[in-house]
C-alpha cells in the first residue's frame, strides 16, 4: 500500500494548525485566571471576604502551621514548629528565588 506524501502533508498541517489554536487557547486562559481579580465582592459574605483576602496573603501555610502547632501540640512545641516552618520557607524562597534567576 503506497502513501501520498502530499495527503500526508496536508494532514500534518491541519493538525498543527490545530495544536497552535488550542495552544493560543489554553495560554489565554491561563492567563485570564492568573490575573487577579481586584473588584471587591458587593454583597458577599463577611466570612467568605475574609477567606478570599486570607487566602491571598503570601504567609497563609506560616499562619495555619501555627495555628496547628498551637492548637495540637501546645503553645511550647508551637514554637519549635513555627521556627522550622519559618526557616523553611524562607529556605524554599530563597532556593527559587536564585534558581529562577
Do not use: C
Not at 495544536?19 to 459574605?45: C, D, E, F, V, Y
Not at 502551621?65 to 514554637?79: E, H, M, Q, S
Amino acid at each position: 500500500m503506497k502513501h501520498d506524501p502530499l495527503r500526508h502533508q496536508q494532514h500534518r498541517v491541519i493538525i498543527l494548525e490545530r495544536m497552535a489554536m488550542s495552544r493560543a487557547q489554553l495560554l489565554s486562559a491561563n492567563l485570564a485566571l492568573r490575573t487577579p481579580s481586584r473588584h471587591p465582592i458587593k454583597g458577599g459574605l463577611p466570612a467568605v471576604n475574609v477567606m478570599s483576602s486570607l487566602a491571598d496573603t503570601p504567609y497563609v501555610a506560616l499562619l495555619l502551621a501555627a495555628g496547628v502547632a498551637a492548637a495540637l501540640l501546645g503553645p511550647r512545641k508551637a514554637i519549635g514548629t513555627l521556627a522550622r516552618t519559618s526557616v523553611m520557607a524562607w529556605l524554599t524562597r530563597s532556593a527559587r528565588s536564585v534558581f529562577q534567576h
